[in-house]
């Protein structure tokens, strides 16, 4: 039962333009999400979250989007660099566990191109 | 530096062989977590503890064992690898979860291939 779905295994985007990363959930009891950026031979590092009682966060040139009614977030990266270039995970968090576990995605391996 | 060590970063082993790979953050948190991460699976939680002697088990706890003993480290014990235990894992600390904040912070992995 995968409650943290990233449905697109890969994005590959030119350098400059807009990365579009996306996420849905299925446990309404989520109230806090978070990405993860993971380049290879690293442990995954955060990179920005987002309150259920927000829908947008903004931290330089990422930005989250949550629709809460659709049980769906997003990552936006503008301008995409080639340093970008790594394996995204989202994770949520719910609000009725006090054990700290996230629920982390499979995975996106975004490609930007220069 | 605030960080996770982990160590090995790299071991092959055969199926049977006791192993125990380290986890040590210097940042005074009190939560730590071990994960594992496989093809089209995500990262999913083995064990967490959320201080010192308190542990439990988490998604996929099958095979493993963990012990606190102290606050900075968090051992990982496979008394009997198999072969199904061939993964990267990583360790993983944060904050007391009750502070609200839940941004953890990785290790850099462990290639473990059981033979």
């Known amino acids: 039962d995968q409650q943290v779905k990233q449905n697109s295994p890969s994005l590959s985007v030119q350098e400059g333009r807009i990365s579009i990363l996306n996420c849905d959930y299925t446990n309404s009891m989520f109230d806090y999400f978070l990405w993860y950026k993971k380049y290879p031979a690293e442990g995954p590092t955060f990179l920005i979250s987002i309150s259920s009682i927000k829908d947008k966060n903004e931290d330089g040139r990422f930005t989250v989007f949550l629709n809460k009614s659709a049980k769906h977030l997003s990552l936006h990266i503008v301008p995409s660099q080639p340093g970008d270039s790594a394996v995204y995970f989202c994770a949520a968090r719910s609000f009725s566990s006090n054990t700290g576990k996230l629920i982390f995605g499979q995975g996106t391996t975004l490609q930007v191109k220069p | 530096e605030a960080q996770v060590t982990q160590n090995p970063r790299y071991l092959i082993t055969v199926t049977g062989k006791k192993l125990t790979v380290t986890c040590s953050q210097n940042?005074?948190?009190?939560?730590m977590s071990w994960y594992r991460q496989d093809p089209g699976l995500g990262l999913r939680q083995i064990y967490y503890?959320?201080?010192?002697?308190?542990?439990d088990k988490g998604d996929v706890p099958e095979g493993y064992k963990v012990s606190r003993k102290e606050k900075r480290n968090f051992p990982l014990i496979l008394e009997s690898p198999s072969p199904n235990q061939t993964s990267l894992y990583f360790c993983?600390?944060?904050?007391?979860?009750?502070?609200?904040?839940?941004?953890?912070?990785f290790g850099p992995g462990t290639r473990l291939t059981v033979t």
């Open positions: 503890s959320m201080n010192v002697e308190v542990t």
């Open positions: 940042m005074n948190h009190e939560y």
């Open positions: 993983a600390s944060s904050p007391s979860p009750g502070t609200g904040r839940s941004e953890q912070y």
